[in-house]
């Protein structure tokens, strides 16, 4: 179905080929010689193998196969055809020797069945051979010719001409026909070899023709007939993939070195519009994706990339000082076709980027070059245009893009990922992918958040926190480690152990890698990033610094590395303070400052200040053990008392009765086996209820009601609370000692 509408396509519009199928729409040459026609087909694993042909169009549009690829050749093309076809350059090429007038015609060149595959249209022209008598200059457009004319010697001194067969004066010694002005000219070797030279340049195609040079004018003078053939370049023939790149080679000649040089686009109404020129004119339609290299000796290249289907058509490269076509002067033609079945993927032409943030550059490549560099550079339009390389996949990259950029091989298939962080304004741009980088500041923040600056300590570790907004939870996350235009993805807990792991917590939406023992390797950029489905996302890049001490601390010199003294002052501190009990825990609280401030101090000053603490400790005990002993007598007195007064109570039911008041902690204060401290608010409690306590015993009223005779349980009560409030006074004098001193 589909070759049937291209087939009709053709029939409509015979002058449009809707085919794939390109070659030279018109081809001319001259009896007797040899032609070649050469036809491109798009790069398919069929079309390479299917059945090429040349084929003969006749008056009612039958096209009958004069030779194929499979063997046949007919009878008039026997022994002068042959047809060869070059699979790696995607085209055929048919060869056709001894050619006549009745070669003039309209063929075929074209894939499959002759009447109903792909083909292409081609015009032969076969014109007739010269007359002996005349001598024939074939000369492309633009170029030089130089017309050999001879003498006799009894006309050497005679006047030399060139004039038209038309009877037209070209020039002759002394006179030059306004229209060859500075083009045309006479040079006369000498008498001895008996021939002039007249020289025209610039040739336009009005100066085709048949030219007469003689010596002198009379009965004796010298004639030689000349038919000078200007000759439009034939187009060369360009064939490119939708996407793809393409490459004009233009070479002029060494006299064209210094002059201005241009490619331009010939347009329907026959003119040519400038594409671009060394003057550093360049059409706006292919900004950012054409550069001209000039290569000396009147040579120059045109690159022109990201081929879109407007491109194809016909293009002129040529030299002129106004950096424009002229008549006259040197031209070279191509016709563009580019076939829009191609393999090489599509890329977005402008990618968006934030200050700050990141952006993923896809760029497409044809998979038959897939072993070839890649790399991506920056487009600039100063004059002629250029393209610095920015990163290559051989390890290159520029300077002040390190850590920056970054190439990578995925997602494949005929396109890899550039990635380009940290962006800044100047970063905006178009790019050698045919991508234009838009910058946009102010609007939104980068969505992953690393820490900005981060020092690592040698030997030690080192965690790297990466968050992610929810957008990017089901996204692939990974940390990798920059270097060389490449970033090193690194292996997560699940592969092969490594230095370097990583782990990601979702509950926390962040992704975490840890350096083990770290060393001075580990020192670089670091990216963490996101992608889906081998497509390159967001990313974001830290430098981890690696030091020998972290920032703002001392380090340690090897006469004053040993703790030995220290710890044999400090040891012992540690075990007084844990095996003694303290009912004000502030005084814990402020020995333990102690200790810990000790690192800080020379030896001397901290031996001093371990020995007041044992003072402090010393005037602490040696009157609470005094208070104790008043203590147990005082119960003992009790306990006596009690056993005359009333009913005997157990020790066991005593003990139950105080734990169900008040005091649930007393036996922290009382007990010498409790070596821990009450906390603080424990400690006001017991102040207070202690104050409340005592209270009543000081305040006497004027009238007393008289009060119910004491049980012993209750003096015993009585006793026990002053008890602790005794104790707690003691504690505090003692705390405040130290402090005078």
Not at 351 to 378: A, F, H, Q, W
Request: net charge negative.
């Amino acid at each position: 179905m589909r070759l049937f509408l291209l087939t009709c396509l053709m029939a409509v519009f015979p002058g449009v080929s809707a085919s794939p199928i390109f070659g030279p729409a018109e081809v001319s040459s001259v009896e007797g010689s040899l032609v070649s026609i050469k036809c491109y087909y798009p790069a398919t694993s069929v079309n390479r193998h299917t059945r090429k042909y040349w084929c003969r169009q006749g008056s009612r549009g039958v096209c009958t196969t004069l030779i194929s690829s499979e063997g046949y050749i007919s009878k008039d093309y026997l022994g002068r055809a042959n047809i060869t076809n070059f699979p790696e350059e995607s085209a055929f090429v048919v060869n056709i020797s001894q050619l006549s007038r009745d070669d003039s015609g309209r063929y075929k060149c074209g894939l499959g069945i002759s009447s109903r595959g792909l083909s292409f249209d081609v015009s032969l022209e076969v014109s007739p051979d010269p007359q002996d008598d005349i001598e024939v200059y074939t000369v492309d457009l633009g170029r030089t010719v130089t017309i050999n004319c001879p003498f006799k010697h009894e006309n050497s001194q005679k006047m030399k001409y060139l004039f038209k067969e038309t009877g037209e004066l070209v020039i002759n010694t002394n006179y030059v026909n306004p229209n060859f002005k500075g083009r045309a000219s006479i040079v006369i070797q000498g008498t001895n070899q008996l021939m002039f030279n007249i020289i025209i340049k610039q040739l336009k195609l009005s100066d085709a023709g048949i030219y007469i040079c003689q010596a002198w004018d009379g009965s004796s003078s010298n004639k030689k007939y000349v038919d000078l053939q200007v000759l439009e370049p034939e187009p060369e023939l360009l064939y490119g993939e939708l996407r793809g790149s393409v490459n004009f080679d233009c070479a002029l000649g060494p006299e064209e070195t210094n002059v201005a040089q241009f490619l331009c686009r010939v347009n329907s109404q026959g003119s040519c519009d400038v594409v671009i020129n060394t003057l550093g004119k360049r059409d706006p339609a292919f900004e950012g994706r054409i550069l001209l290299t000039q290569r000396g000796n009147g040579r120059f290249s045109v690159l022109l990339t990201g081929l879109k289907k407007g491109d194809a058509g016909h293009y002129l490269c040529g030299a002129h000082p106004g950096g424009q076509q002229k008549e006259g002067w040197p031209i070279q033609a191509w016709q563009l076709f580019i076939n829009e079945e191609t393999v090489i993927p599509s890329n977005p032409t402008v990618v968006k980027g934030m200050t700050g943030g990141s952006v993923s550059l896809l760029c497409p490549y044809d998979r038959k070059e897939s072993n070839s560099i890649k790399y991506l550079c920056r487009w600039e339009g100063t004059q002629n245009g250029r393209c610095p390389l920015l990163v290559s996949s051989d390890g290159e990259v520029q300077e002040e893009h390190e850590g920056r950029l970054a190439l990578f091989k995925e997602p494949g298939n005929g396109t890899y990922t550039v990635i380009l962080n940290q962006l800044t304004t100047q970063d905006a741009g178009f790019y050698w992918t045919s991508t234009e980088l838009q910058i946009v500041e102010g609007k939104r923040k980068p969505s992953l958040k690393v820490p900005e600056n981060v020092t690592a300590v040698l030997g030690k570790s080192l965690e790297l926190q990466c968050h992610f907004p929810c957008k990017y939870y089901a996204f692939e996350k990974y940390w990798c480690k920059w270097s060389n235009g490449e970033c090193r993805e690194l292996p997560s807990q699940d592969k092969s152990p490594s230095q370097a792991l990583v782990t990601c917590d979702q509950n926390n939406r962040f992704i975490s890698m840890t350096l083990n023992s770290v060393v001075k390797e580990d020192e670089g950029w670091y990216w963490c990033g996101v992608r889906k489905d081998h497509n390159y996302g967001e990313t974001a890049a830290v430098y981890v610094a690696v030091e020998k001490v972290a920032v703002g601390s001392r380090e340690v010199s090897p006469a004053n590395a040993n703790p030995g003294a220290e710890e044999k002052v400090a040891e012992p501190t540690v075990r007084v303070i844990e095996n003694k009990a303290i009912v004000n825990p502030r005084l814990f609280a402020e020995e333990r400052a102690v200790v810990e401030d000790t690192g800080d101090q020379e030896p001397g000053i901290r031996t001093e200040t371990l020995h007041s603490d044992s003072k402090v400790l010393l005037s602490t005990l040696v009157p609470l053990g005094l208070v104790l002993s008043v203590g147990a007598v005082a119960v003992w007195v009790a306990r006596a008392r009690h056993r005359k007064n009333v009913d005997r109570v157990s020790i066991r039911s005593y003990r139950t009765d105080i734990s169900m008041s008040d005091f649930d902690n007393s036996r922290e204060f009382g007990a010498v086996d409790n070596m821990g401290a009450a906390p603080v608010t424990q400690e006001t409690i017991l102040e207070e209820k202690a104050e409340a306590m005592a209270t009543p015993e000081g305040n006497t009223e004027p009238e007393e009601p008289k009060r119910a005779k004491r049980s012993s349980k209750e003096e015993a009560h009585m006793a026990y609370s002053a008890f602790l409030l005794q104790s707690s006074k003691i504690a505090a004098q003692g705390q405040e000692e130290p402090s005078e001193v």
